[in-house]
Structure formats: C-alpha cells, structure tokens
C-alpha cells in the first residue's frame, strides 16, 4: 500500500533537489555511517544532520580568523604598496561582480523553490485531510446503518417469527438472527474503533504550523538577500570610487553579516538533508507514523 507514491494514475517521482540533499553521506559525530531514512526521532540520524549542519558554522569561523590575519598584518604593514595596475583591479572588480549576481541568482532561486515545496506539502495535507474526513463520512454512514439494523431491523425480524409454529424453521431463524446480530455488534465495535481512529488524525496543526513557519522563512530570507545586495553595491560603489573608508564600513558589515549568511546556510543545510531524505522515500516515514496512530485493519 502506499500513501504518498501515486497521486491518481501519476507516479511519484522526488525530484533533482531531493535526491541531491539524499546523497549527501550521513555520518554522526563518531564518523561512522547512519542511516539515510528520515528517521527524526533517531539520535543517530539528528547527529547526522547536525554533522553537516556544523560545517559552514566551522567554515564560517575559519573564514573569521582568515579575515583576523589579514587585517592584523594590515594594520601592523608600514609600507603602503601602491596600486600600479589598474588592470588587475577592474578584472578583479568584475570577477567581484560576477561572483556577487551569481550568489544573488542562487539565493532568491532557492528560496522560489523552497517556497514552492512547502505548498507543495501544505496541499497534499490538505488533499490527506479530505481524504480522511471523506472516509469519516462513510464510517458513519456504515455505523448508522449498524444501528438501524440493531435497533430496528432485528427486532422487527425476532417479533415477525413469533407467529411461525414450525419449531425446526423457528429455531433456524433464531440461530440466523442470534449470528446477525453477533456481526453487528462486532460490526459496531470496529466502526467505533475506526471512527476513533479517524478522528485523532489531525493534520490541521501541521499544515497551520508549516505556513507560519514558512511564513517567517521566506520573509527572513528575503530581507537578508535584500541586505546582501546593499552590502554588494555599497561594496562595488566602494571599489569603483576606491574610497578607503567605505571600505573599510563595508569590511566590518560584511563580518558580522557573514555570520548571519552561515547561521542561515547552517539551517537549511540541516533541513535540506532532512527534507531530501522525506522527499526520496515518503512513504516509510508515513506508514510508521500512521501505524503508531491507527490500528491495522487485520481485525476487520
């Protein structure tokens, strides 16, 4: 059975993104091999997500000290060597620029598709959620009908037999009613069982949560890129002007807006994995999560 492969007649298929993040290797912090299902609830696999999601913080710090050196060896230089190349410094320039509109295409690129992914995932709860308030319909439509059949039915029937005399087809009769009304209680039972069931499957927090969160999410996301791009063009204005103190504001926003730019890429590093393992096999995560919230049908 499969809850998330088919939409209809379409296959599911995970897309390029998803199978990219699945194919990072999964290590927890005793380098040694994890699993790769989304597994959440699993020390071993959170490690492993924190594994990754630890390396542009590290790299970030890394990048920190770099910039340390430089400006210590900088500031303690007394020579000042002279620019004689302005070659160097357009080509430079436009590498800079270059570099700059291609991390910009990137950003807002990814966040398009997160975005879209989301509600993606936010319609398919919504498609679950109607599938299950459909088949509560039906569950009680069957439990009415157990009850007319057990409040109506069968005593109309025990009543209509009191008139027929043949002791051998009277006590037939009774055997069959006695049997009926033996599946129609247990009948009733599974109905009650299911309609339970049924009922504690609520997706409407999950769907109300995800579009806060993604809410928040795109609009942090946004307003960081929108800062970027103050930070680039203040940078190349400062370049292209060769205005040393612009440079040097720019150098100390751009040092502390870079650990907002990791702390950022550290996060969705961490649920990008998380996400591309869900995305690549839903249904495993969606059976053990069912499974522990409604019973198997093996008794019905």
């Known amino acids: 059975m499969s809850f998330m492969a088919h939409t209809g007649n379409a ?5 390029w993104l998803a199978q990219f993040f699945h194919s990072f290797p999964h290590l927890d912090l005793s380098f040694e091999q994890t699993s790769a299902n989304f597994t959440p609830q699993s020390g071993k696999y959170r490690e492993a997500l924190g594994f990754w999601a630890g390396i542009p913080l590290i790299w970030c710090c890394l990048l920190w000290l770099a910039f ?8 303690c230089s007394k020579s000042q060597i002279k620019q004689s190349c302005s070659t160097c410094s357009t080509l ?11 991390s910009l295409v990137v950003a807002f690129y990814g966040n398009a ?11 398919a709860v919504n498609s679950a959620n109607q599938t299950i308030e459909r088949s509560l319909g039906v569950i009680n439509i069957f439990g009415r009908i157990t009850d007319d059949v057990e409040n109506k039915g069968l005593p109309a029937l025990t009543k209509a037999i009191d008139g027929i005399t043949n002791i051998t087809v009277h006590t037939k009769i009774s055997e069959l009613i006695k049997q009926i009304l033996t599946n129609v209680n247990s009948a009733a039972a599974v109905t009650k069982s299911l309609r339970g069931d049924a009922e504690r499957v609520n997706t409407e927090k999950v769907t109300d949560t995800t579009e806060y969160v993604e809410y928040y999410r795109w609009m942090g996301t946004i307003l960081a890129n929108c800062v970027y791009i103050v930070i680039f063009f203040l940078t190349f204005t400062a370049l292209i002007k060769k ?6 504001l720019i150098a100390a926003l751009s040092v502390l807006f870079m650990l907002v730019m990791w702390a950022m890429t550290s996060l969705y590093l961490f649920f990008g994995i998380g996400g591309g393992d869900l995305c690549v096999d839903p249904d495993s995560f969606v059976v053990s999560q069912v499974n522990g919230t409604v019973k198997e ?4």
């Open 11 to 15: 296959e599911y298929q995970s897309s």
């Open 113 to 123: 598709e997160v975005h879209s992914g989301v509600g993606d995932f936010v319609d």
């Open 92 to 102: 430079w320039t436009g590498l800079f620029l270059l570099i700059g509109c291609g």
């Open 297 to 300: 049908g093996e008794e019905c």
């Open 68 to 75: 340390l050196i430089f400006f210590c060896a900088r500031c």
């Open 243 to 248: 205005s040393k103190w612009m440079l040097k």
